[in-house]
């Protein structure tokens, strides 16, 4: 069975000859730039500057060789653009990181240092703009610069809230139609965020230049707006939704077939014991829109729906479904209710649970070799019953992840597939 069947049968909730696994595919199931680095010397590959492939969270690429030796099922049909809306592909410049590794960025990571020795980043690569991003001189990813201007209710227009949404323009048509077909070429199944057609997200977008920020672009006061001010958001979600169908519709006439997934959202709902808001709330002023899109996609593509949200969401794990989504992640299955057998007995049949592999937050970091193996095994067992699981963490793997216990979660899932 190749990668891409034994994908799209887990996908059809139908049992594979083995787990398929995903390791770097999207910005949520990926691998510090570090932690690659560590893997690749532990595996005895060439030294070379690992490519980072998403700035903001400073995660590194899975190459071919990497990826065959992890078992890799899936791969990304990553965008022209970044977050933080700098060209993300060749050419490329070595950057040495705080922690004193040597990377491969884009031209347009373009860092200044502050005085505190943080490094600051810039949208587009502008260092003339307001900075967007901050890493901490002792941390290993950029935290986002709120960029919120004191709000004037009676000149609030939710119109300002959709600058960086937009129809697709015919360069990047042409640009998704060359690289998933490349994608495609792989043999392994593809996935891809598609810019201009996700919705609901919060509303800071580091990407976007913003001399006089307008809207609300602080992310405490998007997620007061829902109570504060609803028809605000519903206005910013219609018209999210109106171009994200248009785009999808340019899209798939140029992309068809190359795609087996695209990922809709990353709004979380969830924090580690509670909810951002009700599902009341939920079914109000999110599910229309997903629905809308989930149902157009459904109904004019052969691609599954991906949703993103950590944290404890079982409330809203049977709205997603209402709302048309296939695949759930990261399956935060150390969160409250976020019981894995009770997951997988109740919403197992709907959900594809692509995540939840191993707890990323505990044990992959600071247990043992043999805890790793034992919890990814039990999950495992739970997970893969009947198809609907696609293995990843809970979440991206960290810079500081002992590189053994990442060895043993490989192991624990090559022993659970009977591969050698």
Sequence with gaps: MTSKERVIKSLNHETPDRIPVDFGSTSVTGVHALAVENLRACYGLEKKPVRVTDPYQMLGEIDEELADIMGVDVTGAKGRKNSFGFYNHEPFMEYETPWGQIVLVPEGFRTTTDKNGDILMYPEGDISAQPSGRMPRTGYFFDAIIRQQPIDEEKLDYRDNLEEYGLISDSDLEYW??????????????????????????????????????????????????????????????????????????????????????????????????????????????????????????????????????????????????????IINPVQVNAKGMDPAHLKKTYGKDLVFWGGGIDTQKTLPYSTPEKVREEVLRLCKIFAKDGGFVFNTVHNIQANVPVKNIVAMVNAIKEFNGVR
């Excluded at 994608?183 to 580091?206: C, N, Q, S, Y």
């Excluded at 405490?220 to 018209?239: G, H, Q, V």
């Excluded at 459904?298 to 691609?303: F, K």
């Design 177 to 326: 139609k060359v690289t998933t077909q490349k994608a495609r070429a792989t043999g392994k199944a593809v996935i891809a965020g598609f810019g201009g057609t996700a919705l609901g997200d919060i509303a800071h977008i580091p990407g976007i230049k913003l001399k006089n920020p307008k809207g609300i672009r602080d992310i405490t006061e998007w997620y007061m707006s829902i109570l504060m001010r609803p028809d605000y958001i519903r206005a910013i979600f219609e018209r999210q939704s109106e171009i994200a169908l248009e785009n999808f519709s340019r899209i798939h006439k140029v992309v068809g077939d190359n795609v087996d997934a695209v990922y809709i959202c990353g709004t979380d709902f969830g924090t580690q014991d509670s909810t951002f808001c009700s599902p009341e709330q939920f079914d109000d002023l999110w599910l229309p829109y997903y629905r809308r899109i989930n149902d157009w996609v459904h109904s004019n593509t052969n691609w599954k729906t991906f949703k993103h949200s950590c944290g404890a969401v079982e409330p809203f794990l049977s709205r997603f479904i209402a709302a048309g989504f296939d």
